[in-house]
């Protein structure tokens, strides 16, 4: 069983449309990052939101921490097709290690 | 260098084999972890390190997998007669502290044949 759970698992849209992501746990975390990664690289790192209730934007990126501090969303306004990838969620816990959801893959259609 | 270097980049191990896959971190960050991923898996914890103790190992799938970081930089993860369920991307991870988010290194892909 998974920390945190991300859904939806997959999703394939046209560019242009909206998206949401989600990711959810009953644990409580210090702060939560998500990460886009590309086939064969590394996680690169997209935002950290470490106040419940925080939202934060990143150009057409829009983050938000539950109040809770237990979940997460990411939207995605006017996707194009280079935000194609797999968008990982990660708690960081208050052991100071952090864990991973796995994953939304996106793939974003010309 | 600016980032988190793996080394090798592939690797394929015959069953049985013993390999170590290196992690250098960006010089300066106390924190490092290893993650084990599996294909179209998000990324699975195995250890973590601040500067060289070893915080928390719970994530070993077994005692064949050992991790060190002996002068608090350059880490090692070391899996002692791999198994073909072994075969997988291995990716460190390092920070400066927590919440401030980990650089991540490109991985390390290992075939076991």
């Known amino acids: 069983t998974q920390l945190l759970e991300q859904s939806p698992q997959f999703l394939s849209i046209q560019e242009g449309e909206n998206l949401t992501v989600y990711c959810n746990s009953s644990s409580v975390f210090s702060s939560l990052q998500w990460y886009r990664q590309e086939p064969g690289e590394g996680p690169v790192l997209l935002v950290t939101?470490?106040?419940?209730?925080e939202v934060k934007k990143l150009k057409r990126l829009t983050f938000q921490f539950g109040d809770a501090r237990k979940d997460s969303s990411l939207h995605i306004t006017a996707a194009q097709t280079g935000d194609t990838g797999l968008y990982l969620c990660a708690g960081d816990t208050f052991n100071n290690d952090m864990r991973f959801g796995a994953g939304t893959r996106l793939t974003v259609k010309p | 260098g600016a980032g988190v270097s793996q080394s090798p980049r592939y690797k394929v191990a015959k069953r049985g084999q013993d390999v170590a896959l290196r992690c250098d971190p960006i010089?300066?960050?106390?924190?490092l972890f290893w993650y084990q991923q599996a294909l179209g898996q998000g990324p699975e914890f195995l250890t973590y390190f601040q500067n060289e103790a070893q915080l928390d190992k719970s994530g070993l799938p077994s005692d064949r997998f050992f991790a060190e970081r002996p002068e608090g930089s350059v880490s090692t993860l070391k899996i002692q007669r791999t198994q073909q369920e072994d075969s997988a991307v291995y990716l460190c991870?390092?920070?400066?502290?927590?919440?401030?988010?980990?650089?991540f290194g490109s991985g390390t892909r290992l075939t076991v044949v």
């Open positions: 991870a390092s920070s400066a502290q927590q919440n401030y988010g980990y650089t």
């Open positions: 010089s300066g960050h106390v924190s």
């Open positions: 939101v470490v106040t419940g209730g």
